[in-house]
């Protein structure tokens, strides 16, 4: 029971590229989420999704899109990358309705130089 | 949306100290407030969760405390460790509607345990 799997641990981009951060969990979970996380700061919500064909934006969703095709997969995907993406990714999951611990994945370190 | 504030942004203390860690919310809707910690390079981890309809909640070391009215809530840690040492971030969410469980977070607090 792996939990949540998130590749890969880190990556250097350079501007305009792009890329797809994977998420993969294994418990079944309805609700998974992708956070950002700057330094010095607390986590903010890039995109959530509440099961398969699901999927809505968060409070900073510019330059980022996702999709949700399985209950298990979450891909998170910048287009154009910006120095201002540069941040941990952190996705998450949690059972659903009535249910809030958060699963963290062990998180994508992300610099765009 | 909802607003999440947490102070102090950094703490330091002795060995043995307690910590208290406070944050305040601006939803009133707001049922849910959980706290992280985070060790440095690692993913954030649960550690005690409080809901709207109890005024605390106590698990060993770690206590969280809820002031509806006041629309604020906070983090107890008594003798303190220096394994303790880590960032520690409160959250807020509301059951129901169309929340689906997202959390708001604080900008966390560097909790440093001197031995």
């Known amino acids: 029971n792996a939990g949540v799997t998130q590749t890969p641990k880190f990556r250097i981009l350079k501007i305009g590229q792009s890329m797809t951060l994977q998420c993969t969990q294994d418990m079944n979970h309805n609700y998974m989420y992708w956070y950002r996380q700057d330094p010095g700061m607390g986590l903010k919500l890039i995109y959530y999704?509440?099961?398969?064909?699901?999927?809505d934006k968060g409070e900073v969703p510019n330059g980022y899109n996702v999709s949700r095709s399985t209950t298990e997969d979450f891909p998170l995907r910048l287009e154009l990358a910006a120095p201002s993406q540069t941040s941990v990714y952190f996705c998450a999951t949690t059972p659903g309705t009535g249910v809030f611990g958060y699963t963290f994945g062990s998180g994508t370190r992300l610099t765009v130089v | 949306g909802e607003n999440v504030e947490q102070h102090p942004s950094t703490l330091s203390v002795q060995e043995g100290d307690s910590a208290v860690i406070k944050c305040t919310y601006s939803?009133?809707?707001?049922?849910?407030f959980p706290w992280y910690k985070q060790e440095l390079g690692k993913r954030p981890q649960l550690i005690i969760d409080i809901r709207s309809n109890v005024g605390e909640k106590k698990d060993q070391r770690i206590a969280v405390t809820l002031n509806k009215t006041a629309k604020h809530f906070s983090l107890h840690i008594t003798e303190t460790q220096p394994e303790d040492s880590a960032v520690y971030f409160c959250?807020?969410?509301?059951?129901?509607?169309?929340?689906?469980?997202?959390?708001?977070f604080g900008q966390g607090t560097i909790l440093t345990v001197h031995p």
């Open positions: 959250a807020a969410s509301k059951d129901g509607g169309t929340s689906y469980g997202k959390l708001t």
């Open positions: 939803d009133s809707a707001s049922n849910y």
């Open positions: 999704s509440v099961g398969a064909g699901i999927t």
